[in-house]
């Protein structure tokens, strides 16, 4: 992406300031200038900035050695940052003092153009670098078990440390979250960070089966107790004896069905579909769902006790809206997972043009539909080395057009038929009300308005 990296310029001196910073404009940085210690302070900590080139000797005193101090104090507060002290010719003292408290490193006035250009670049590189590191680091640490869990938003961090500190208790945990948004994904990083990492990790999704399957597919059944039941089976909560059972889409489970989960919890004890005596298990549960489980509470459609009992505590992930910050990363890490799908196996970069199409995008699908996105561009790019906005598919230029006839001949070409068939039928059925349609759909409004206009609906 080429948004300009900022830069802070703290001088008193006005003449200073203009040439200089004019020149660092020139070389593509933003430049924002600070002409005392407050100011310098306030706008340090109003935004993050890689850079700052520090003139020691500024008011309101002009004294070196409150310049020094606050030169630890910003460092203290943002030790990622680099400064770059710019000080009077015959000061080495207190330069090599400046360094010597972190600072990256010196220039001397008069300052030559050329060799600020090259010490800044350097500084930039320097934290370019670092940052990378520490983002490697991160989902390094993420990638500990197995589970690689991206990201460095605070909304994210907020729940993946949240998650960290319960995995270890045997507690239950409730994922909440939109579709997509990784709750099965850290479910798993839960599991394989508590002491039951050895043991199974059983997920289940109680909307995708009909209440009598969920049933027995949840405590098992005997030989004989139903039309079918050819063989005794063990159902998943004994199958997650000693591990974690994950019920996904628990807000879908039924109520008579959630008396029974509600006792297998309870008592620990499990009873198979057409058994006489029931079985001890040792399951930690982890539960998620899309739903609002505390509106469903309100309107008797999920149980009280059982949502207390599931709910130990509850762990929000957030929808991939709130952490476009995040967005980059992600969209590399897809990218490099289908890398082989490229016909020279290297993973595909994103354009400037293509990156900022990801971050107007609503994201409904969240990273699901990021990660489908990035695949689908991995393929449309072909021997292009970059994406572009048209290989996305809600950009609405891309290619191949999209088509709505029955014989439109790749999956993309007919999940697009039959996403717009769905859209069409709902909008009929509730008389054209597009805030209902989105609901309906599971869609933000916004989500569903491009839609609309992507398929020339509105
Ligand atoms: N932080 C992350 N880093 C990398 N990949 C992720 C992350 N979170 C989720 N994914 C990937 O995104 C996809 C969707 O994640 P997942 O299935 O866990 O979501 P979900 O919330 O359980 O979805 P649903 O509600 O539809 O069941 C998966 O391919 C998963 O591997």
Redesign the pocket.
Known sequence: MSTPHPLLLVDDDAAFRKIYGGLLREAGFEVVEAADRPSARAAFNARDFPLVLLDLMLPPDGSVSAGLESLATLLGAKPGTKFIVVSGAGDTRHTLEAVRLGAYDFLTKPVDPDVLLVVVQRALARVTLERQVETLRTSLTRAAGGV????QSAPFLAATTMAERVAASDLPVLIT?E???????LARAVHLKSRRHAGPFVPINCGALPESLLESALFGHVKGSFTGATKDHRGLFAEADGGTLFL?ELGDMTPSLQVKVLRALETGDILPVGADLPVQVDVRLIS?T?RDLGRMLQEGAFREDLYWRVKGVEVRLPPLRERAADLPL?AK?FLNQCAHLCPDGRARLLSDAAAESLLAHAWPGN??EL?HEMQRATVLAGERREIQPEDLSFTGTERPRPSTTPGAATLAQKVEALERREIEDALRRLNGNRTHTAEALGLSRQGLLKKLERFGLT
Do not use: P, Q, Y
């Not at 690689?148 to 990201?151: A, E, L, R």
């Not at 997509?180 to 994904?185: A, M, P, W």
């Open positions: 690689s869990m991206v990201g979250g579709n997509g948004t990784g709750k099965e994904l996904d998620a899309h992600l890490h990273l699901r990660r």
